[in-house]
């Protein structure tokens, strides 16, 4: 009897991950893996060629915050305000982040928006 497309769907999923993701670091010192992605807007704040100069306003709903891209079995393991140490170079985004929010895709998968990891906002919510 062939397994169940949910089954064979998270053992790709695993398997893809394990193989491709990049390496995060939890808390606890746990080791983790996903999709991580750290969008840069510096080409285009103050850019010349793009017609933004400094002090120019920026559409804060066009800012793309960092994530990390994991199975939902494993977004468990990191609720809102955790920590994750994402272990790349710093030039890659790599670095200690908090975790703002879940946002489940749907397909077994989530994405954990991150922010800086600053304690000065830590009673904002």
Do not use: C, W
């Amino acid at each position: 009897m062939a397994p169940a497309f949910r089954a064979l769907a998270e053992r790709m999923d695993r398997l893809l991950v394990d193989r491709l993701g990049d390496q995060a670091t939890l808390e606890d010192g746990t080791m983790m893996r996903g999709a991580f992605a750290s969008p840069f807007l510096g080409a285009q704040i103050g850019a010349k060629a793009s017609g933004f100069r400094l002090g120019a306003a920026v559409n804060a709903d066009q800012l793309a915050e960092p994530t990390f891209h994991v199975r939902a079995v494993d977004a468990i393991k990191l609720p809102r305000g955790a920590f994750v140490t994402v272990d790349l170079a710093v030039e890659h985004g790599g670095g200690r982040y908090k975790v703002v929010r879940h946002e489940p895709d749907g397909s077994g998968m989530v994405n954990l928006v991150l922010g800086a990891d600053n304690e000065r906002d830590d009673d904002i919510q």
